[in-house]
Protein backbone atom coordinates (compact mmCIF):
# COMPACT_ATOMS: atom_id res chain seq x y z
CA UNK A 1 0.00 0.00 0.00
CA UNK A 2 0.91 3.81 -0.98
CA UNK A 3 2.09 5.21 2.00
CA UNK A 4 0.57 8.95 2.77
CA UNK A 5 1.72 12.13 2.00
CA UNK A 6 2.11 14.73 4.36
CA UNK A 7 1.48 18.63 3.43
CA UNK A 8 2.86 21.18 5.14
CA UNK A 9 0.67 24.05 5.07
CA UNK A 10 2.17 28.22 6.10
CA UNK A 11 1.30 31.79 5.62
CA UNK A 12 1.11 35.14 7.52
CA UNK A 13 -1.15 34.83 10.44
CA UNK A 14 -4.42 36.39 8.88
CA UNK A 15 -3.99 34.77 5.79
CA UNK A 16 -7.12 32.42 6.41
CA UNK A 17 -4.96 29.25 6.03
CA UNK A 18 -7.13 27.87 9.42
CA UNK A 19 -10.02 28.16 6.80
CA UNK A 20 -8.61 26.67 4.06
CA UNK A 21 -7.36 23.47 5.86
CA UNK A 22 -11.32 22.84 7.50
CA UNK A 23 -11.97 22.59 4.06
CA UNK A 24 -9.73 20.54 2.71
CA UNK A 25 -10.24 17.80 5.85
CA UNK A 26 -13.81 18.60 5.61
CA UNK A 27 -14.02 17.20 1.34
CA UNK A 28 -11.09 15.57 1.00
CA UNK A 29 -9.30 12.27 2.62
CA UNK A 30 -7.18 13.66 4.53
CA UNK A 31 -6.68 14.17 8.17
CA UNK A 32 -5.10 17.64 10.17
CA UNK A 33 -2.71 17.10 13.23
CA UNK A 34 -3.78 18.99 16.10
CA UNK A 35 -1.43 20.69 17.85
CA UNK A 36 -0.05 20.75 21.56
CA UNK A 37 0.19 24.71 23.12
CA UNK A 38 0.97 26.03 26.33
CA UNK A 39 -1.27 29.14 25.45
CA UNK A 40 -4.63 30.34 26.48
CA UNK A 41 -7.61 29.01 24.37
CA UNK A 42 -9.86 31.30 22.72
CA UNK A 43 -13.36 31.72 22.56
CA UNK A 44 -14.90 28.58 20.77
CA UNK A 45 -11.43 26.27 20.69
CA UNK A 46 -12.10 23.09 21.85
CA UNK A 47 -9.36 20.88 23.78
CA UNK A 48 -8.59 18.12 21.41
CA UNK A 49 -10.03 19.46 18.40
CA UNK A 50 -7.89 23.04 17.89
CA UNK A 51 -5.34 22.15 20.33
CA UNK A 52 -4.23 20.19 23.25
CA UNK A 53 -4.23 22.78 25.43
CA UNK A 54 -1.10 21.43 27.54
CA UNK A 55 1.09 23.05 30.63
CA UNK A 56 4.57 24.42 30.36
CA UNK A 57 5.90 21.89 32.22
CA UNK A 58 3.88 19.02 30.22
CA UNK A 59 5.50 20.52 26.77
CA UNK A 60 8.96 20.38 28.41
CA UNK A 61 8.95 17.24 29.51
CA UNK A 62 7.71 15.91 25.73
CA UNK A 63 10.37 17.75 23.88
CA UNK A 64 13.09 16.05 26.24
CA UNK A 65 11.57 13.03 25.48
CA UNK A 66 11.44 13.92 21.18
CA UNK A 67 7.80 14.03 21.35
CA UNK A 68 7.45 16.58 18.63
CA UNK A 69 8.54 16.74 15.19
CA UNK A 70 8.66 20.19 15.30
CA UNK A 71 7.96 22.66 17.81
CA UNK A 72 8.54 26.27 18.46
CA UNK A 73 7.90 29.50 20.65
CA UNK A 74 5.56 31.63 19.20
CA UNK A 75 4.51 35.41 20.99
CA UNK A 76 6.03 33.87 24.41
CA UNK A 77 3.92 30.40 24.01
CA UNK A 78 4.82 27.41 22.66
CA UNK A 79 3.12 25.27 19.95
CA UNK A 80 4.55 21.71 19.02
CA UNK A 81 3.56 18.56 16.34
CA UNK A 82 2.93 15.53 18.58
CA UNK A 83 5.60 12.87 16.31
CA UNK A 84 3.50 9.44 16.97
CA UNK A 85 0.23 10.63 15.49
CA UNK A 86 1.93 11.84 12.16
CA UNK A 87 3.95 8.92 11.54
CA UNK A 88 1.40 6.69 12.35
CA UNK A 89 -1.27 7.92 9.93
CA UNK A 90 1.42 8.43 6.95
CA UNK A 91 2.68 5.41 7.56
CA UNK A 92 -1.09 3.38 7.45
CA UNK A 93 -1.57 5.19 3.88
CA UNK A 94 -3.21 8.59 5.43
CA UNK A 95 -2.49 11.95 3.70
CA UNK A 96 -1.61 14.43 7.04
CA UNK A 97 -1.89 18.17 6.49
CA UNK A 98 -0.02 20.39 9.21
CA UNK A 99 -0.98 23.99 9.51
CA UNK A 100 2.06 25.86 10.94
CA UNK A 101 4.49 28.61 10.40
CA UNK A 102 7.78 28.87 8.60
CA UNK A 103 9.70 27.57 11.58
CA UNK A 104 8.07 24.71 12.12
CA UNK A 105 7.98 23.82 8.44
CA UNK A 106 11.63 24.34 8.36
CA UNK A 107 11.77 21.65 11.12
CA UNK A 108 9.81 19.83 9.44
CA UNK A 109 11.40 19.80 5.99
CA UNK A 110 14.90 18.22 7.90
CA UNK A 111 12.78 15.24 9.22
CA UNK A 112 10.52 14.84 6.45
CA UNK A 113 12.06 15.97 2.94
CA UNK A 114 9.70 14.56 1.34
CA UNK A 115 6.66 16.84 2.48
CA UNK A 116 4.68 19.01 0.28
CA UNK A 117 5.37 22.77 1.63
CA UNK A 118 2.56 25.15 0.53
CA UNK A 119 2.82 28.47 1.40
CA UNK A 120 -0.57 30.72 1.53
CA UNK A 121 -0.44 34.52 0.90
CA UNK A 122 -2.85 37.34 1.13
CA UNK A 123 -3.79 39.05 -2.14
CA UNK A 124 -2.01 41.87 -0.70
CA UNK A 125 -0.50 43.39 2.74
CA UNK A 126 -3.42 46.09 3.14
CA UNK A 127 -5.68 43.21 2.59
CA UNK A 128 -3.66 41.35 5.41
CA UNK A 129 -3.64 44.17 7.86
CA UNK A 130 -7.36 44.62 7.59
CA UNK A 131 -8.10 40.76 8.37
CA UNK A 132 -5.35 41.08 11.16
CA UNK A 133 -8.18 43.99 12.36
CA UNK A 134 -11.22 42.44 11.91
CA UNK A 135 -10.13 39.11 13.87
CA UNK A 136 -10.55 41.69 16.85
CA UNK A 137 -8.50 39.28 19.08
CA UNK A 138 -5.55 41.02 19.31
CA UNK A 139 -4.19 44.04 21.56
CA UNK A 140 -2.44 46.88 19.78
CA UNK A 141 1.02 45.84 20.44
CA UNK A 142 0.24 41.81 19.33
CA UNK A 143 -1.21 43.41 16.10
CA UNK A 144 2.00 45.12 15.18
CA UNK A 145 4.38 41.65 16.53
CA UNK A 146 2.04 39.64 13.84
CA UNK A 147 2.09 42.09 10.99
CA UNK A 148 5.93 42.58 11.44
CA UNK A 149 6.42 39.15 11.46
CA UNK A 150 3.99 38.53 8.35
CA UNK A 151 7.11 39.84 6.59
CA UNK A 152 9.57 37.99 8.16
CA UNK A 153 7.05 34.73 7.77
CA UNK A 154 6.91 35.43 3.67
CA UNK A 155 11.08 36.14 3.25
CA UNK A 156 10.63 32.41 3.97
CA UNK A 157 8.76 31.51 0.71
CA UNK A 158 11.28 30.39 -1.32
CA UNK A 159 11.80 27.31 1.15
CA UNK A 160 8.18 25.93 -0.39
CA UNK A 161 7.15 23.66 -3.28
CA UNK A 162 4.21 25.43 -3.67
CA UNK A 163 2.42 29.50 -3.35
CA UNK A 164 -1.35 30.00 -3.37
CA UNK A 165 -2.86 33.50 -3.50
CA UNK A 166 -6.38 33.26 -0.82
CA UNK A 167 -8.15 36.11 -2.72
CA UNK A 168 -11.27 34.28 -1.89
CA UNK A 169 -11.28 31.24 0.35
CA UNK A 170 -12.76 28.53 -1.47
CA UNK A 171 -10.82 29.49 -4.96
CA UNK A 172 -7.50 29.32 -2.42
CA UNK A 173 -9.03 25.78 -1.31
CA UNK A 174 -9.53 24.06 -4.74
CA UNK A 175 -5.82 25.17 -5.80
CA UNK A 176 -4.44 23.65 -2.35
CA UNK A 177 -6.83 20.61 -3.34
CA UNK A 178 -5.58 20.60 -6.67
CA UNK A 179 -1.66 20.21 -5.56
CA UNK A 180 -2.77 17.68 -3.29
CA UNK A 181 -4.42 15.08 -5.86
CA UNK A 182 -1.11 15.99 -8.42
CA UNK A 183 1.38 15.29 -6.13
CA UNK A 184 -0.07 12.05 -5.70
CA UNK A 185 0.97 11.28 -9.36
CA UNK A 186 4.59 11.70 -8.53
CA UNK A 187 6.62 9.11 -9.24
CA UNK A 188 7.59 7.27 -6.69
CA UNK A 189 9.47 4.39 -5.29
CA UNK A 190 6.15 2.72 -5.04
CA UNK A 191 5.91 3.01 -8.45
CA UNK A 192 9.03 1.45 -9.29
CA UNK A 193 8.14 -1.49 -7.87
CA UNK A 194 5.03 -1.22 -9.98
CA UNK A 195 7.41 -0.94 -12.88
CA UNK A 196 8.72 -4.55 -11.93
CA UNK A 197 5.78 -6.39 -11.84
CA UNK A 198 4.93 -4.92 -15.57
CA UNK A 199 8.08 -6.13 -16.31
CA UNK A 200 7.61 -10.10 -15.57
CA UNK A 201 4.01 -9.76 -17.12
CA UNK A 202 5.84 -8.61 -19.89
CA UNK A 203 8.38 -11.21 -20.30
CA UNK A 204 5.59 -13.66 -19.68
CA UNK A 205 3.27 -12.14 -22.49
CA UNK A 206 5.70 -11.06 -25.11
CA UNK A 207 4.75 -12.69 -28.86
CA UNK A 208 7.70 -14.87 -30.49
CA UNK B 1 3.82 38.43 -17.33
CA UNK B 2 4.61 35.04 -16.19
CA UNK B 3 6.73 32.76 -18.45
CA UNK B 4 4.75 29.71 -20.43
CA UNK B 5 5.32 26.13 -18.79
CA UNK B 6 6.69 23.48 -21.05
CA UNK B 7 4.64 19.85 -20.20
CA UNK B 8 6.63 16.59 -21.84
CA UNK B 9 3.98 13.60 -22.25
CA UNK B 10 5.52 10.14 -22.59
CA UNK B 11 4.75 6.93 -23.10
CA UNK B 12 5.35 3.32 -24.44
CA UNK B 13 3.19 3.30 -28.10
CA UNK B 14 -0.55 1.73 -27.88
CA UNK B 15 -1.18 4.11 -24.31
CA UNK B 16 -3.54 6.72 -25.51
CA UNK B 17 -0.55 9.83 -24.96
CA UNK B 18 -2.05 11.13 -28.35
CA UNK B 19 -5.45 11.22 -27.07
CA UNK B 20 -4.85 12.73 -23.88
CA UNK B 21 -2.45 15.30 -25.59
CA UNK B 22 -6.01 16.04 -28.12
CA UNK B 23 -8.22 16.65 -24.96
CA UNK B 24 -5.39 18.76 -23.20
CA UNK B 25 -5.48 21.13 -26.06
CA UNK B 26 -9.31 20.96 -26.72
CA UNK B 27 -10.18 21.92 -23.26
CA UNK B 28 -6.92 24.08 -21.73
CA UNK B 29 -5.16 27.04 -22.82
CA UNK B 30 -2.25 24.93 -23.97
CA UNK B 31 -0.79 24.87 -27.54
CA UNK B 32 1.09 21.40 -29.03
CA UNK B 33 4.35 21.31 -30.23
CA UNK B 34 3.82 19.93 -34.15
CA UNK B 35 6.87 17.88 -34.85
CA UNK B 36 8.57 17.36 -38.14
CA UNK B 37 8.71 13.93 -39.26
CA UNK B 38 10.94 11.76 -42.33
CA UNK B 39 8.21 9.21 -41.70
CA UNK B 40 5.05 8.74 -45.05
CA UNK B 41 2.02 10.17 -43.10
CA UNK B 42 -0.47 7.67 -42.58
CA UNK B 43 -4.37 7.67 -43.22
CA UNK B 44 -5.90 10.13 -42.12
CA UNK B 45 -2.99 12.29 -41.03
CA UNK B 46 -2.95 15.97 -41.68
CA UNK B 47 0.59 17.92 -42.83
CA UNK B 48 1.22 20.91 -40.64
CA UNK B 49 -1.46 19.29 -37.72
CA UNK B 50 -0.17 16.12 -36.76
CA UNK B 51 3.29 16.63 -38.24
CA UNK B 52 4.84 18.77 -40.70
CA UNK B 53 6.47 15.49 -43.25
CA UNK B 54 9.64 16.06 -44.96
CA UNK B 55 12.27 14.89 -46.76
CA UNK B 56 15.44 13.65 -45.06
CA UNK B 57 17.87 16.16 -46.55
CA UNK B 58 15.12 19.01 -45.74
CA UNK B 59 15.62 17.10 -41.77
CA UNK B 60 19.31 16.64 -41.79
CA UNK B 61 20.05 20.73 -42.85
CA UNK B 62 17.61 21.72 -39.81
CA UNK B 63 19.59 19.14 -37.50
CA UNK B 64 23.25 21.30 -38.68
CA UNK B 65 21.23 24.40 -37.68
CA UNK B 66 20.48 23.64 -34.73
CA UNK B 67 16.83 23.87 -35.18
CA UNK B 68 15.67 21.26 -33.12
CA UNK B 69 15.27 21.17 -29.35
CA UNK B 70 15.43 17.44 -29.58
CA UNK B 71 15.46 14.57 -32.41
CA UNK B 72 16.03 10.68 -32.93
CA UNK B 73 15.77 7.97 -35.42
CA UNK B 74 12.89 5.77 -34.21
CA UNK B 75 12.31 2.70 -36.66
CA UNK B 76 13.94 4.10 -39.56
CA UNK B 77 12.51 7.50 -39.38
CA UNK B 78 13.34 11.08 -37.86
CA UNK B 79 11.27 12.78 -35.56
CA UNK B 80 12.11 15.92 -34.30
CA UNK B 81 10.59 18.84 -32.30
CA UNK B 82 11.46 22.66 -33.45
CA UNK B 83 13.18 24.69 -31.15
CA UNK B 84 11.72 28.42 -33.17
CA UNK B 85 8.01 27.79 -31.84
CA UNK B 86 8.18 26.07 -28.57
CA UNK B 87 10.72 29.23 -27.40
CA UNK B 88 8.19 31.93 -28.72
CA UNK B 89 5.43 30.37 -27.12
CA UNK B 90 6.67 30.18 -24.01
CA UNK B 91 8.62 33.56 -23.95
CA UNK B 92 4.88 35.04 -24.24
CA UNK B 93 3.10 33.28 -21.92
CA UNK B 94 1.86 30.31 -23.37
CA UNK B 95 2.18 27.17 -21.94
CA UNK B 96 3.24 24.10 -24.41
CA UNK B 97 2.68 20.36 -24.64
CA UNK B 98 5.04 17.73 -26.27
CA UNK B 99 4.23 14.13 -27.25
CA UNK B 100 7.68 12.63 -27.88
CA UNK B 101 9.39 9.49 -26.43
CA UNK B 102 12.08 8.90 -23.55
CA UNK B 103 15.03 9.16 -26.21
CA UNK B 104 13.56 12.89 -27.67
CA UNK B 105 12.39 13.54 -23.89
CA UNK B 106 15.59 13.10 -22.22
CA UNK B 107 17.41 15.79 -24.69
CA UNK B 108 14.36 18.27 -23.77
CA UNK B 109 15.46 17.94 -20.32
CA UNK B 110 19.18 18.43 -20.76
CA UNK B 111 17.77 21.67 -22.20
CA UNK B 112 14.64 22.48 -19.96
CA UNK B 113 15.34 21.07 -16.71
CA UNK B 114 12.43 23.37 -15.70
CA UNK B 115 10.11 21.04 -18.02
CA UNK B 116 7.51 18.79 -16.33
CA UNK B 117 7.57 15.58 -17.25
CA UNK B 118 4.72 13.30 -17.39
CA UNK B 119 4.91 10.00 -17.74
CA UNK B 120 1.39 7.37 -19.34
CA UNK B 121 1.54 4.31 -18.24
CA UNK B 122 -1.24 1.57 -19.63
CA UNK B 123 -3.47 -0.38 -16.96
CA UNK B 124 -1.35 -3.63 -17.42
CA UNK B 125 1.48 -4.98 -20.43
CA UNK B 126 -1.78 -7.40 -21.48
CA UNK B 127 -3.85 -4.14 -21.87
CA UNK B 128 -1.24 -2.60 -23.94
CA UNK B 129 -0.46 -5.39 -25.97
CA UNK B 130 -4.21 -5.93 -27.90
CA UNK B 131 -4.06 -1.35 -27.86
CA UNK B 132 -1.39 -1.94 -30.30
CA UNK B 133 -2.90 -4.61 -32.02
CA UNK B 134 -6.35 -3.01 -32.35
CA UNK B 135 -4.64 0.15 -34.16
CA UNK B 136 -3.86 -2.55 -37.07
CA UNK B 137 -1.38 -0.44 -38.47
CA UNK B 138 1.57 -2.43 -37.57
CA UNK B 139 3.65 -5.03 -38.85
CA UNK B 140 3.94 -8.25 -37.03
CA UNK B 141 7.45 -7.02 -37.16
CA UNK B 142 6.87 -3.53 -36.57
CA UNK B 143 4.58 -4.68 -33.69
CA UNK B 144 7.28 -7.12 -31.79
CA UNK B 145 9.52 -3.96 -31.98
CA UNK B 146 6.88 -1.55 -30.35
CA UNK B 147 6.10 -4.35 -27.62
CA UNK B 148 9.91 -4.70 -26.73
CA UNK B 149 10.44 -0.97 -27.28
CA UNK B 150 7.94 -0.49 -24.47
CA UNK B 151 10.09 -2.25 -21.78
CA UNK B 152 12.85 0.18 -22.54
CA UNK B 153 10.51 3.05 -22.33
CA UNK B 154 9.25 2.53 -19.47
CA UNK B 155 12.48 1.41 -17.72
CA UNK B 156 13.26 5.32 -17.85
CA UNK B 157 10.06 6.45 -16.07
CA UNK B 158 12.41 7.35 -12.86
CA UNK B 159 13.32 10.69 -15.29
CA UNK B 160 10.07 11.86 -15.64
CA UNK B 161 8.44 13.93 -12.26
CA UNK B 162 4.65 12.77 -13.11
CA UNK B 163 2.67 9.47 -14.11
CA UNK B 164 -0.54 8.64 -15.08
CA UNK B 165 -2.08 5.21 -15.56
CA UNK B 166 -4.38 5.48 -18.92
CA UNK B 167 -7.35 2.94 -17.51
CA UNK B 168 -9.90 5.64 -19.55
CA UNK B 169 -8.70 8.10 -21.19
CA UNK B 170 -10.81 10.84 -20.06
CA UNK B 171 -10.29 10.20 -16.17
CA UNK B 172 -6.65 10.23 -17.39
CA UNK B 173 -6.97 13.72 -18.88
CA UNK B 174 -8.26 15.24 -15.97
CA UNK B 175 -5.35 13.74 -13.70
CA UNK B 176 -2.81 15.27 -16.19
CA UNK B 177 -4.70 18.74 -16.42
CA UNK B 178 -4.47 18.64 -12.37
CA UNK B 179 -1.21 17.94 -12.39
CA UNK B 180 -0.51 21.30 -15.33
CA UNK B 181 -2.53 23.42 -12.89
CA UNK B 182 -0.74 22.59 -9.64
CA UNK B 183 2.04 23.09 -11.44
CA UNK B 184 1.30 26.43 -12.07
CA UNK B 185 1.13 27.18 -8.12
CA UNK B 186 4.76 26.01 -7.73
CA UNK B 187 6.57 28.42 -6.05
CA UNK B 188 9.28 30.77 -8.48
CA UNK B 189 11.32 33.62 -9.51
CA UNK B 190 8.00 35.16 -10.60
CA UNK B 191 6.68 34.49 -7.10
CA UNK B 192 9.97 36.56 -5.60
CA UNK B 193 9.79 39.62 -7.18
CA UNK B 194 5.75 40.33 -6.16
CA UNK B 195 7.08 38.93 -2.54
CA UNK B 196 9.53 42.41 -2.80
CA UNK B 197 6.44 44.24 -3.96
CA UNK B 198 4.67 43.21 -1.15
CA UNK B 199 7.37 44.53 1.04
CA UNK B 200 7.58 47.70 -0.30
CA UNK B 201 3.83 48.20 0.61
CA UNK B 202 4.23 46.80 3.77
CA UNK B 203 6.79 49.35 4.60
CA UNK B 204 4.67 51.83 3.71
CA UNK B 205 1.29 51.09 5.45
CA UNK B 206 2.99 49.51 9.15
CA UNK B 207 1.09 51.38 11.89
CA UNK B 208 3.24 53.47 13.70
Given at each position: M?K ?11 TG ?10 T ?19 Q ?22 E ?5 G ?33 E ?10 LP????E????I???G ?21 D???Y??I ?15 E??H ?20 S???
Amino acid sequence: MDKGLLFVISGPSGTGKGTICKELVKTMDIVMSVSETTRAPRDGEIQGKNYFFVTKEAFQTKIQEDGFIEYAEVYGNYYGTPKEFILNKIESGQDVVLEIDFQGALQVKEKFPNGIFIFILPPSMKELRQRIVKRGTESEKSFKERFNNALKEISYIDKYDYCVINDEVECAATKVKTIIEAEHYKVTEEIYSQIYKYKEELLCSTPR
